[in-house]
Structure formats: structure tokens, C-alpha cells
């Protein structure tokens, strides 16, 4: 589903600083991964280069067999919008609009009518265990709660592919144990679903762990032989 091949990134805002160097990396379709390495890795970048809201230099970008490169911002909000959800670590809510409409955003985008579009946003909420807040503010709302309607507002257009860029990284270690939970849920229903983390008892609970460095890949695990009992919340964190 992706294909990555020897990736480079340099950014050129002040001194030039090569961010990506050489990535190639295979994600197949229904994987759940998490990308870990210290901050200023290189995780972000990757992120978001998968998630076309960034180009590369060089290298080549296969999604789905398509080749991803300088695509104009048409193709790419197309892309964008039919394949992949996304998740950041500040939730990323608007903060004058309710839960409800927060969530129907992409349907919006989507031409849905406001009707169809809020029906379908509180069932989502719904999923989230969320139906009560859907008239809430993001204001009103706890870090986790408001991490549930991100959630929500990323899977209500179907997308193949959930991004999550320390999507626990503003919560508590309980509160990430059960943000992760929905992660793994929403994964076992056969999404593909890529976490980037700091932290490892977050990586853990993934089935491969890529392993950043100094935008190299160092290392890549097989963890699919974790097991459920150490979901512990307290050996998240
Ligand atoms: P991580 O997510 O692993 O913390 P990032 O991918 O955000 O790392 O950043 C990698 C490096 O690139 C950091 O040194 C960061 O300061 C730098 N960087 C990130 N974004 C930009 C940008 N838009 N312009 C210039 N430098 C950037
Ligand atoms: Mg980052």
C-alpha cells in the first residue's frame, strides 16, 4: 500500500538541514506501526510526507502502486481526502464549532448536506462513546475527549490510512492507554494505521516499530508478538 524508495528531504529555511536521508520503507495494507525516535528525527517530516501535505526531493512515493511526486495541490487534496485521516497531538479541533460539526468537517469538504452530514458525525461520536458532547465545545471538553472527536472526525470519510503524530501526546498515561485502545480497534477493523511516538510503551502496543534516527531508519521491529496483557495504561507512559 506503501512503497517507499531511498526518500530525501532537506529543508532550506535558513542553513540547509537534511532531514530524510534515504528512506525506504514498505507499509502494507491493515499494518499497525508506529514510527519512534527522539525528537528531531524526522518523524513529523516522514508523517507528513506520507500524508502528501509535504513533498520530497528526491526518491519516489508509491500509495496504493500511484507514484506520489510533485503532484499540484489539486491531485494531492484529492489523495488526501479519498485515502488517508489524520490525527496530530493538538487535537487540531475548531475551537467555534461543536463536537458535531467538528466531526462533519470532511463531509462539508464533501459537499454532504448539513443534514446527512451532522446525522452521520454524531454517529460517529456515538462509536466514540461521545453521543452526549456532540453539542459541546472543544473548550468543554477534556484532552481525551477531545482527542475521541479528532478520532471520530478522521474515520467519518472512510479513509484507508489513519497518520497519527503523537496523537497521545498531550494526555495522561490513562487517558493515552485508551486513545491507543480506539487506535487498536479501528486497526483490527482492517485500517492501516501509522503512529508516530516518542515514546516506547506507545510503540509497544504496535505490530512493528520503526525505529528514527537522525532521518535514518536504524532498525525495524516485529512486534506482532505483543501481547495484550502488557496493556497495562501504567506502562504506557
Ligand atoms: P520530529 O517529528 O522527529 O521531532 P521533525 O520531522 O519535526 O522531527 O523535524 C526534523 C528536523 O527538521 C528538526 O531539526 C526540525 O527543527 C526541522 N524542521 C522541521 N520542520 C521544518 C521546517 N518546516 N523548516 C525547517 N526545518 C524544519
Ligand atoms: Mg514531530
Known amino acids: 500500500m506503501i512503497k517507499l524508495e531511498r526518500i530525501n528531504k532537506t529543508y532550506y529555511s535558513g542553513a540547509p538541514l537534511h532531514v530524510l536521508k534515504g528512506i525506504d520503507l514498505h507499509i502494507g495494507k491493515g499494518e499497525l506501526v508506529s514510527i519512534m525516535g527522539a525528537s528531531g528525527s524526522g518523524k ?14 528526491t526518491g519516489n512515493y508509491y500509495l496504493n502502486d500511484v507514484l506520489i511526486k510533485n503532484l499540484g495541490e489539486t491531485r494531492a487534496a484529492h489523495f488526501r481526502n479519498k485515502l488517508i485521516g489524520f490525527i496530530f497531538q493538538s487535537f487540531n479541533l475548531i475551537n467555534f464549532k461543536n463536537a458535531m460539526e467538528n466531526v462533519a468537517l470532511p463531509l462539508y469538504y464533501r459537499k454532504v448536506g448539513r443534514k446527512t452530514r451532522n446525522r452521520m458525525a454524531v454517529e460517529y461520536l456515538d462509536r466514540l462513546g461521545l453521543k452526549d458532547w456532540a453539542h459541546h465545545m472543544p473548550n468543554e471538553l477534556s484532552g481525551g475527549q477531545k482527542q475521541r472527536v479528532a478520532i471520530a472526525r478522521a474515520l467519518i470519510s472512510k479513509p484507508q490510512i489513519i497518520l497519527a503524530d503523537e496523537p497521545t501526546g498531550a ?11 480506539i487506535l487498536r480497534d479501528v486497526n483490527r477493523e482492517g485500517m492501516t494505521m501509522i503512529i508516530v511516538t516518542h515514546e516506547s510503551g506507545i510503540a509497544n502496543l504496535t505490530d512493528k516499530i520503526i525505529r528514527l534516527r537522525d532521518g535514518v531508519i536504524e532498525r525495524i521491529d516485529d512486534n506482532s508478538g505483543h501481547d495484550a496483557s502488557r496493556f497495562n495504561p501504567d506502562n504506557i507512559k
Open 171 to 181: 494526555l495522561d498515561s490513562k487517558t493515552s492507554a485508551e486513545v491507543i485502545q
Open 44 to 57: 513529523s517530516t516522514l508523517l507528513n510526507i506520507l500524508g502528501i501535505l509535504d513533498n520530497y526531493d
